[in-house]
Structure formats: C-alpha cells, structure tokens
C-alpha cells in the first residue's frame, strides 16, 4: 500500500484557540502576571505592525495605536481541548493521527480512496471548530508540514514531486536550532536545495548526528517514525432509568451492570479503580454526587458494589433517581507481592469493605491511620486514609502510655506556692502529692481562637494526671492521665 | 512448650497405669507468641501473647495497661504487620504511640462515641460499647490484622456490665484459627472465662527525678502485674515491672 500523509496546521494556534472565528483583527495572547505580562504569541495581523512574541503587553499594544489590539490570557487548558478536539476530528478521517505539537497533526492516508476530499475535510472539520487551518497532501511528512507552514489552504504534492518541492523551499523551513541558522547564514545557504548540495561529511563535522539527520530530511527521506494518537480510555457509564428508583436495593441492582461494565474494561486495560463517581439526576431535576475513595485500587464489581451500598446507606439521596452516571478513576493495576516470611495480611477487598463498614458505623473521619493536624496544639490529632506500607525501622523504646480525656475535664484546682495542691473534678478530687511543671506551650495567638496553656504532671493518690491551666481564662482542665 | 503441673501430673498418672498409648501422640505445635516488650510480663504469659486468642488486661488509673498495649503494638507494627485500636473512650494519644516505637502507618485507629450522640443517656451509653464491640466483630472477621486493641478502660462500670453481655465467646471462635490477637483494655475483667490469659495490672510507684518546681522530672513508674486466670492454670502468679516515661 501506497504511502500518503495530510498535514493539518492550524497557525498561531495559542491566539485561535482564544480568538475562534476572529483572526483578521490584531490579537496576542498573554502569558505572566503583574508587571511581567509578555506577549506569548501573536496573530499575523498583529505581527503585522511589527508585534513580537516575548515583547511586553504595554510595549505591544504601543505598536498599534491606530487598530484596536485584542490581548486576551493564555490558557493552556484551551489549548489541550482544541487540540483534543481537532485529534478527534481528524480520526473521522483516517483511524491513524499522529499528535505532532499543539496545532499540528499528520494524519497517515493510507488506504483513503481519495486524498484530496480527505484533505478538503480535514479543513472543513478545522473550520468547525472554530479555527482557520492549512492542509497539504504529500508522500513526505516533512514536505506536508512545511507545505501547511508556508501555503494556505489545501495543497497537494504529488508523488515523486516532493523532493522538488523541499528544493525551492527556504533553508529555514527545516528543524534548525538558532545556532544552525547562524552558520548557514553566514555559509550563504538559503534553500533548501543548496543545504542537500552540502558534502555529508562537511555537515557532519559542523552539526554532528543532527546536520546528517537534516540531510536526510532534505533529500526527502523522512525516517521518523509514525506516532499514533490514541484517545485516553474513559471509564464510565450512563444509565437512564425507564422509571423513577427510590430504594437502595433496586438502586443497587440497576447499578451493578455498569459497574461490571466498567470493571471488565479496567482490568482488559491493566488498571483498577481508585476511586468510583456517581452522579445522580433526581426526580425534581436537581443533581447528587456521591463519591467512594478506596483504600486499594480494586477491580471486583460485587466489592466496589457492596463499598457503594455502604456510601448510599451512609449518604442518601434523599429524592427518587431518575439516571445516573458512573465513573472510575484509573489507576495502574499493582501486584502484591507477599513475603513467605511473614503473616498474611488484611486482602485489599476485606479490608476496603472492613474499612467502609467501620466509616459507615463510626463516621468518615473517625476510621483511619492517626495523623497529626496543622498545629502546635497538644492532643490534636485527625485520621488520614489507611494505606500501610513496608516496615520502617523505628527503636522502640518503653515510654509511659498516656491517655487523653476528649473534651478534656473540668477541673478546680487550689494552688500553694503557685503550684497546685488540690484537684477536684468529676472523676478525681484530692490531694497533690507531687507535681512537676509548669510547662507553657502556646499558638494561634495571632487568632481569636489562640490557645495559651500551662501544663502540670500531678500525683494523685488515685493516679498521675496531666493538669492544664488556660491562662486566658485562668481555667483548669484535666487532659489527661498517663496509664 | 510451657506445660502446666497438673497436665505434667496427668501424664505421669497415665504412664504409671500403663495407659501411656492412650494419650494422643500427635505433636501440638506451638502457635507463635507476641512478645509484649517486658521480659517478666512475657515469662508471665508463658513467653508472650498467644495469636489466635485474647487476652485481657485490666486495671486501675495509671496501672500501666495503656503502656503495656502501646508496646505490643510497636512489637507488631515494628514487624511490618497490621493492628487495629478500637479505641471505646477516644483516648488515644498517637504522639506518645509514636514515641513509644508504634509505626502509625500500620495502625487502623477507630474512634467509637465520635459520631453517633444522643441527648438520651441510656442510648448514649450503650451506643459507645456496642460500637466498640461492633467495630472489633468487624475487624476479627476481615482476618489479617495481627493485633486488635480493644480499649475500653474509660468506660463506666455500667457500660462495661453492658459488655460483659455481648457473645465473647463467638469472638474467639472467629479468631480461633487466625493469627490474630485481640487485647483487652479496661478498668475491670469483662470478658469473664474466654480469654485465654488475664492479667491484672496495678500501680506500686510513680518515680520522680530532681527537687521541686520545674526542676521536677516524671521519670516513670512501677506496676505489679497478676495472672488471674490462664487456661494452662498459671493464675495467681505476680510479677513486677518498670514502666519508664519518655516525655
């Protein structure tokens, strides 16, 4: 089979992408914040009145006092669309698109009965979108893609005219670094033609690997290879429901299909969900999520079900549902490699449900691996997502457990000598018989809320307790005692 | 394997009657022991804490039953395996399990009372223990987890009499072929003849370092633990050890 390509090229991409539709004024897009705003890419219109990538926004708008310059922010995420959207566009056309940079593909023609519709369409569906593109057919990828860069519109280079074609074309058409166009500058080579004249050898010695690699790619031997751009696989699925489903267990069994669906499609892929989506639409209109994050990635639809379950016992809709979308977040299926050595431990399906049956009874922040909070604040502690990995190396020393009073206890104390003497408190009431202490710790005072203790180590005839007094309020409490 | 002197005085009753055949002669292997990080606590047990079993661990403020469990925890954890803390009262102080060598990371810490509040106080009570009860029933049965602590010392006597109510008996059964441990925490015995081993702890000394004032050092303290009953027949034996403070 023959080889053909079309290249698609939609110029100043970054401005089109913002400006879709209005190319024939002045526009730049801008890059930076603050005084540092420059110009990151600028139309031919804009260009025209001599605008330069890199100039400043003010510098810029200067240069065209007389037409009103449209400067507007880049935005990336503009970008990756558009070029998502063209991709997919121009897979319409032939299944292999090669993704070469933002705003220029190659889209592989082989087997497409006719080139030149194909090419018309590739423009077309360009055009759609929003943006002005160039298209040019060629048995040379890099004769296309310098075709797009100096033509416009739809150009066409018959088979065995592509080396003629690069000949005419100016040297700078090719991939040269700023250094390269330097020295061929000052050698006097202008085209194309001129640079294939060169001696292998002599290019060689100056350029390295790459003066032969330009060689090559002058003469029209184009040995890159063909990068096919496949659509990111998406893992989800939607169900519209015939009537409206108020109960868990018909919600449930509804849901099981698409979950399986979505299961079967991850583990042909290699990858297990991290973390399951759902979107409900309501009987009244309105929309509920509702979100399981995993402790493992998992794979088995009867166990993700039973982890949902768990979240729509826990997290109600509250009204009938009427459809639902489903969605998955990938990632990389792990295998575990267990040690011969040491115990089993928890299977990530037990314990993703263990984990989810635990949160449903205790509530979501209460089950988990311990975690300190942002705060000098003693006996401050939270729970983070239980994901244990290797042993570490830790010594273990003996230390004295203590144990926290959560709130802590309401406590009246009577001082001798500034220390305590007497504590009376709901579970404890008597003498001091030793105390070590004070130590002050103190935060957040730079908030309302600030904290400023002084904590006491007493001994009790019952026990040895922790004592703290709020010096704000001149309060003591009982936070904890050491068992 | 320790044997105790009534099963030694069976034997040798046997052999005498010329029924030395009659005794099964298949060898019992030794399940793996926890050590719980004091040597006299863990010749007590018979050299550590049985897996598959539970122990009980009781006692009174500052007896040094939160110690004893933060140290078997750093013995587990430090091995790379997994332990679950239910913890009943919501007690637990992770900078001091940290300190104590237990690695964080391999702890499942479930804190019980948190969520679920009542205005009535007969529900609040028995919400809080039957939480507890229900969150280790979940932990034994997702198997794996070498050590559950269920902490339990800060609740009040009713609340314990509560518990002494719930099928203990079936939770052993569910461990019984695991190797997993469950610890006991609380102010008094609760689960009655089902765990294997129950110990007693209770304060002798608290030791303080230095003169008066902020010169004052809480260095650690002394605890005398008892057997009150084994199912090898050990009760009644005491111990003594140091628990040392590391602030």
Not at chain 1, 386 to 413: D, M, N, T
Not at chain 2, 200 to 227: F, H, K, N, Y
Request: some cysteine; hydrophobic content about 40%.
């Amino acid at each position: 089979m023959r080889k053909l390509y079309a290249c698609l090229r939609v110029k100043d991409f970054a401005v089109a992408v913002v400006l879709r539709g209005q190319r024939s004024q002045p526009a730049v897009v801008f890059s930076g914040a603050g005084p540092n705003v420059y110009v990151y890419q600028a139309n031919g219109a804009a260009c025209a009145t001599g605008i330069r990538a890199g100039m400043t926004l003010s510098q810029a708008q200067g240069r065209s006092p007389q037409q009103i310059l449209a400067a507007e922010p880049r935005s990336e995420q503009a970008e990756h669309q558009a070029q998502r959207e063209l991709l997919e566009a121009a897979q319409l056309v032939s299944p292999r698109v090669e993704d070469r940079e933002p705003g220029l593909l190659i889209v592989d023609l082989a087997g497409v009965p006719d080139a030149h519709s194909a090419a018309a369409k590739l423009v077309r569906y360009a055009a759609q979108l929003g943006l002005s593109a160039n298209a040019a057919t060629s048995q040379n990828r890099f004769a296309a893609t310098a075709a797009t860069q100096l033509e416009t519109g739809v150009t066409h280079i018959y088979p065995g005219e592509a080396v003629g074609f690069l000949q005419h074309l100016p040297v700078f058409a090719l991939p040269l670094l700023t250094e390269e166009k330097r020295i061929l500058k000052l050698w006097g080579i202008r085209t194309v033609g001129e640079f294939t004249r060169l001696s292998a050898d002599s290019l060689t010695a100056r350029f390295g690997d790459r003066g032969a690699r330009l060689a090559k790619l002058a003469r029209g031997d184009d040995d890159s290879l063909f990068a096919a751009w496949e659509a990111p696989h998406e893992f989800e699925e939607s169900v519209d429901f015939d009537w409206q489903v108020a109960d868990l267990d018909p919600l449930s069994f509804l849901l099981a299909e698409p979950l399986r669906k979505v299961c079967k499609k991850l583990r042909s892929l290699g990858s297990a969900a991290e973390a399951i989506s759902l979107d409900f639409k309501l009987s009244d209109g309105s929309r509920a999520t509702r979100s399981v994050a995993l402790s493992h990635p998992l794979t088995d639809p009867d166990v993700l079900l039973k982890l949902i379950r768990l979240e729509l016992s826990a997290h109600p809709t509250g009204k009938a549902v009427e459809a639902l979308t489903l969605a998955a977040k990938p990632v990389p299926r792990r295998e575990l490699q267990h040690d011969l050595f040491s115990l089993a431990r928890p299977s990530p399906e037990k314990l993703a449900i263990t984990i989810g049956r635990l949160k449903e009874l205790m509530g979501m922040e209460n089950v988990g691996a311990p975690a300190a909070r942002d705060t000098h604040e003693p006996r401050v502690f939270s729970t983070r997502p239980f994901h244990p990995g290797g042993a570490k190396q830790q010594q273990i020393v003996s230390a004295l457990g203590f144990r926290c009073y959560r709130p802590s206890i309401e406590a009246e104390v009577t001082e001798e000598s500034n220390q305590p003497a007497h504590v009376r408190s709901r579970i404890v009431d008597g003498r001091v018989r030793r105390c070590a202490g004070p130590w002050r710790v103190n935060g957040d005072w730079w908030l309302e809320e600030g904290w400023d203790l002084a904590e006491w180590d007493v001994e009790l005839s019952k026990g040895l307790y922790r004592l703290s007094c709020i010096l704000h309020s001149q309060t003591w409490r009982l936070v904890g005692v050491y068992d | 394997m320790v044997q105790s002197s009534t099963v030694t005085d069976l034997r040798s009753l046997l052999e005498r009657q010329g029924f030395g055949a009659a005794e099964p002669r298949f060898e019992q292997l030794e399940s793996p022991r926890l050590s719980v990080g004091f040597p006299e606590i863990d010749v007590l047990l018979g050299g550590g804490v049985s897996r598959g079993e539970i122990l009980e661990c009781s006692g009174g403020p500052s007896s040094g039953c939160t110690t004893l469990a933060l140290s078997v925890l750093a013995q587990v954890t430090g091995q790379g395996e997994q332990a679950a803390y239910i913890d009943a009262s919501d007690s637990l102080d992770p900078y001091q399990a940290e300190q104590a060598g237990v690695q964080l990371d391999h702890l499942l810490w479930v804190r019980c009372g948190v969520q679920k509040r009542s205005f009535d106080w007969r529900k609040r009570r028995s919400a809080r223990s039957a939480q507890a009860w229900k969150a280790t029933q979940l932990a034994a049965a997702a198997g794996g987890f070498s050590l559950i602590v269920l902490d339990l010392i800060g609740l009040s006597l009713a609340q314990l009499r509560d518990l002494q109510r719930f099928p203990w008996f079936g939770l052993r059964q569910t461990i019984a072929k695991s190797s997993t441990t469950i610890l006991t925490l609380s102010a008094e015995p609760v689960t009655g003849s089902v765990a294997s081993q129950s110990l007693s702890l209770e304060r002798e000394q608290i030791s303080w370092r230095g003169s008066v004032g902020p010169a004052l050092r809480l260095t650690g303290l002394s605890a005398r633990a008892r057997l009150l009953h084994q199912r090898r027949n050990r009760f009644g034996q005491e111990v003594s050890c140091r628990l040392e403070a590391q602030r």
